[in-house]
């Protein structure tokens, strides 16, 4: 089983405020990575991390930003929510580029008034 | 570029029945394939992968897929479903390109069962 946790689950909040959305693996994985995934629509790569102080905007431009100051940890920032921001947010680690499996943690649904 | 379909949006079977979910790739070497499935208010979970060798892979919860190459697709199956496999499922393919590695997911299926 999958040792990859994201806080909160669910959260309400509006429009303006900052936000950090949290992600830690117990695994040791170097890669991780933040998803975007609207109802019916297929995860789309916001941000990822090859390692420690690597951080790389994926295929979706999103206007949050991420850090990676230790393994563990991923966090992802929206400095200003707006209801455009209003999604689903999912984490995922991997061991390595060779296996390409992610593990992912159970997501926090976002909901920007 | 690298990209993955799942033509059906959802599918609905009965308990018991056998079910298979489409996916197709476009990859121009041979990929990494991926079944995910996602339970409500939950992060994805691997069901099986295909990496190389045999094209018939078995997973988790009685779930088997194969591998086609002269078709592009990678179709997931189980020869009977019970109601607690009602969730959404995901085909992904993983690909190399120059400076890294990227994993692509199809828009899932979302799967379900009628008693």
């Known amino acids: 089983e999958a040792d990859i946790y994201q806080t909160p689950r669910y959260l309400v909040i509006g429009t303006g405020k900052k936000i950090t959305l949290e992600c830690s693996q117990t695994?040791?994985?170097?890669?991780m990575y933040w998803y975007q995934q609207d109802p019916g629509m297929e995860l789309h790569l916001i941000h990822y991390s090859y390692g420690v102080n690597s951080t790389e905007k994926g295929d979706l431009s999103s206007e949050s930003t991420v850090s990676r100051i230790r393994t563990e940890h991923f966090p992802l920032t929206l400095e200003s929510a707006r209801p455009s921001h209003t999604s689903q947010y999912l984490c995922?680690?991997?061991?390595?580029?060779?296996?390409?499996?992610?593990?992912f943690g159970p997501g926090t649904r976002l909901t920007v008034t | 570029a690298q990209s993955v379909t799942q033509p059906d949006i959802h599918i609905t079977v009965s308990e018991g029945a056998s079910l298979e979910l489409r996916c197709n790739y476009s990859?121009?070497?041979?990929?990494?394939l991926f079944w995910y499935v996602q339970s409500p208010g939950q992060g994805l979970q691997l069901l099986l992968k295909?990496?190389?060798?045999?094209?018939l892979v078995q997973g988790i919860k009685g779930f088997e897929a194969e591998f086609k190459r002269s078709q592009s697709s990678f179709n997931l199956r189980k020869p009977s479903v019970h109601w607690s496999d009602a969730a959404e499922y995901f085909c992904a393919v993983g690909a190399g390109y120059t400076g890294g590695f990227k994993t692509i997911f199809g828009a899932g299926t979302r799967l379900f069962v009628k008693a």
């Open positions: 990859y121009g070497a041979t990929p990494y």
């Open positions: 995922a680690s991997s061991e390595s580029a060779v296996s390409y499996e992610q593990y």
């Open positions: 295909y990496f190389s060798g045999d094209t």
């Open positions: 695994m040791g994985h170097d890669k």
